[in-house]
């Protein structure tokens, strides 16, 4: 029986240690990452069975990357393993293509069923956010998302990460492609929808919405 093709996004190493130890005696881990832009890179290449993924990654956050990874590669499937469990990230997290969603804290217990549950085409919520409210309405709206944050569009929301993780407008310019006057001309708009007035706003703001691994 062919194993199922999984590819790991995290950058904490311990973690990633044990979920090796978790994955490998059933599924072959094809590539560890630690940032989201190295996932979209590698998932295009190695086309996996299932991506795992957190939502607060450096580079590109986990969100932003399973957008574009639905595109790219729309039939791997897409699990969140993540210690963010307010539901606004669950929610995010399937409008951004998500099949799965468990916390970190569950994951010995339940990933290989979750991954199960997936690849049989159906959706897996840890018990952990689970209630008879949510289970009658998936997969429809939870919550609704912090209104600014969806002001944004999506290469604003690379920019703010990029920018909160403390680099230069010609670091971002060259990470995303663009020129530096775009960049510091996205910088003024996302200051400018999101009510904020200095960097270190835009740094708190970024830490409080997931989109950067600072912590």
């Known amino acids: 029986m062919t194993r199922t093709r999984v590819i790991l996004a995290d950058d904490h190493t311990l973690l990633v240690d044990g979920l090796r130890s978790l994955l490998e005696p059933r599924c072959e881990l094809v590539d560890t990452v630690g ?71 569950s994951a010995a217990s339940e990933l290989e069923h979750a991954i199960g549950e997936v690849l049989r085409g159906r959706h897996y919520i840890t018990p952990l956010l689970s209630s008879p409210e949510l289970e009658a309405t998936f997969p429809g709206p939870l919550v609704d998302p912090p209104a600014q944050l969806g002001a944004l569009t999506p290469r604003q929301r690379e920019v703010l990460q990029q920018v909160a993780e403390g680099r230069t407008a010609k670091e971002v310019a060259g990470a995303l492609g663009i020129s530096v006057k775009t960049v510091e001309f996205h910088k003024a708009r996302i200051m400018e929808r999101l009510d904020l007035h200095t960097t270190s706003d835009l740094v708190k703001y970024a830490i409080a919405h997931g989109i950067t691994s600072l912590s």
């Open 35 to 105: 940032d989201g832009r190295a996932l979209v890179e590698s998932a295009q290449r190695l086309r996996p069975d299932v991506i795992l993924l957190d939502i607060s990654m450096p580079v590109l956050n986990g969100l932003e990357a399973a957008r574009q990874l639905t595109e790219l590669v729309p039939d791997s499937k897409l699990i969140f393993l993540t210690m963010h469990a307010d539901r606004t990230y669950l929610r995010e997290a399937f409008r951004a293509g998500a099949s799965g969603y468990l916390l970190k804290r």
